[in-house]
């Protein structure tokens, strides 16, 4: 058996194909048509199999990335308006916190004057009754003085002149000297 494989291989590669001049390079006109049939059958089947299952994923892959792209774009969108919108309510609420702010100063400054002049009508009106009350107390105690004063000034008459006078006379000089002695 090794020598029948020694002769096979000893063979010379013109034997196998008839003639003595083919080679391996040799144009065979069969063999072309051959290689564009199985060519054009493989190209038809790739086209058909794998080209265009390719394609049609790369294409709904664009179209996945240009609807995320114009997605993004509406949401910068979106935030610029919403940043906008922000600012805007901002602004409005400060010039409302403002506003309040201002009220309340004026409100607060209106209390505060109406709280001082309730205070000022207040001490005056304690002043007025405490004067009226030390006026009534003063003329009081004057009145008391006059009378102790006439009554002391008619006990030394009484003790100068013992026995001299009546009632009724020590009375009347008591009266009088109250109403002739008046004390500033």
């Given at each position: 058996?090794?020598?029948e494989?020694?002769?096979?291989?000893?063979?010379p590669?013109?034997?196998?194909?008839?003639?003595?001049?083919?080679?391996?390079l040799?144009f065979?006109g069969?063999?072309?048509?051959?290689?564009w049939?199985?060519?054009?059958?493989?190209?038809?089947?790739?086209t058909?199999?794998?080209?265009k299952?390719?394609l049609?994923?790369?294409?709904a892959?664009?179209?996945?990335i240009?609807?995320a792209?114009?997605?993004?774009?509406k949401?910068?969108?979106?935030?610029?308006?919403?940043?906008?919108?922000?600012?805007?309510?901002?602004?409005?609420?400060k010039?409302?916190?403002?506003?309040?702010?201002?009220?309340?100063?004026?409100?607060?400054?209106?209390?505060i004057?109406?709280?001082?002049?309730?205070?000022?009508?207040?001490?005056?009106?304690?002043?007025?009754?405490?004067?009226?009350?030390l006026?009534?107390?003063?003329?009081?105690?004057?009145?008391?003085l006059?009378?102790?004063?006439?009554?002391e000034?008619?006990?030394?008459?009484e003790?100068?002149?013992?026995g001299?006078?009546?009632?009724?006379?020590?009375?009347?000089y008591?009266?009088?000297?109250?109403?002739?002695?008046?004390?500033?």
């Amino acid at each position: 058996m090794a020598a029948e494989t020694q002769t096979v291989t000893e063979q010379p590669v013109s034997e196998h194909h008839g003639s003595e001049s083919a080679g391996v390079l040799d144009f065979n006109g069969q063999m072309v048509l051959l290689t564009w049939v199985a060519f054009a059958i493989a190209a038809a089947l790739l086209t058909k199999l794998l080209w265009k299952p390719i394609l049609n994923f790369v294409e709904a892959r664009e179209a996945e990335i240009k609807g995320a792209l114009d997605d993004a774009q509406k949401a910068r969108q979106a935030a610029a308006d919403a940043d906008a919108t922000a600012a805007k309510t901002i602004d409005q609420a400060k010039a409302d916190a403002r506003r309040l702010a201002d009220e309340q100063t004026a409100a607060t400054r209106q209390l505060i004057n109406q709280l001082e002049e309730e205070a000022r009508d207040a001490i005056a009106r304690r002043k007025q009754a405490a004067e009226e009350q030390l006026k009534t107390e003063r003329e009081d105690a004057l009145r008391k003085l006059h009378e102790g004063a006439g009554a002391e000034i008619a006990g030394a008459l009484e003790r100068m002149l013992p026995g001299m006078l009546t009632e009724a006379q020590r009375q009347s000089y008591q009266e009088k000297i109250a109403a002739d002695i008046r004390f500033n």
